[in-house]
C-alpha cells in the first residue's frame, strides 16, 4: 500500500510538471526513483499513470505530450559534469590563453593557467570532479526535464 501512495503522489507531481511546462517535444522522468519502480510505473492502468492523467479538465493537454522514462540514475551527475567542463573550459583555458597572449604569443610563462596546471591540484580531471561533485550536491537531481520541438 505505501508503494502504491509513493508511485502516485510521483505521478501527480509529474503530471502537474507536464501541465506546468507543456513540453511537446516530451517530458523526460529522470532520477533513481524512476528505474528502480518502472515495474509500477509503465503501463496505462498503473497508479503513476492514473494520478499522471487526473487532472481534470486540463486532462486532454496530457495527452498531447509524449512521456519518457530515462532508465540511468546518474543523469544529473553527468549534466553537472558537462556545465563543469563547459566553464572550466571557457574559464582556466581563457586564461591560458590571455596569459600566452601577455607574452607576445612566445613561450608559456611559468605561473600561468594551463589545462595542466589548474589551481585544483593540477589535474584537469580532479577539477572536473570536484566541480561535478559540487554541482551535483548543491543543486541536486532533477526528476524532469523538457524538450520541445
Not at 498503473?46 to 494520478?51: L, N, R
Given at each position: ?8 503522489a ?74 563543469c ?47 561535478s ?17
Amino acid at each position: 500500500q505505501a508503494i502504491d501512495i509513493m508511485i502516485s503522489a510521483y505521478g501527480s507531481e509529474v503530471g502537474c510538471a507536464a501541465i506546468k511546462w507543456i513540453p511537446t517535444g516530451g517530458l523526460y522522468v529522470t532520477g533513481g526513483i524512476t528505474p528502480k519502480n518502472i515495474k509500477h510505473i509503465e503501463g496505462a492502468q498503473s497508479q503513476f499513470m492514473k494520478a499522471y492523467n487526473d487532472k481534470g479538465r486540463v486532462s486532454p493537454i496530457l495527452q498531447t505530450i509524449p512521456l519518457f522514462a530515462v532508465m540511468v540514475e546518474d543523469l544529473g551527475v553527468r549534466g553537472a559534469h558537462k556545465c563543469c567542463k563547459i566553464l572550466y573550459e571557457q574559464e582556466y583555458l581563457a586564461k591560458a590563453t590571455a596569459a600566452e597572449e601577455e607574452q607576445g604569443g612566445g613561450g608559456k610563462e611559468e605561473n600561468a593557467i594551463t589545462p595542466s596546471s589548474t589551481a585544483i591540484g593540477g589535474s584537469k580531471n580532479t577539477a572536473l570532479m570536484i566541480c561535478s561533485i559540487i554541482a551535483a550536491a548543491s543543486a541536486g537531481y532533477l526528476f524532469a526535464t523538457t524538450r520541445t520541438k
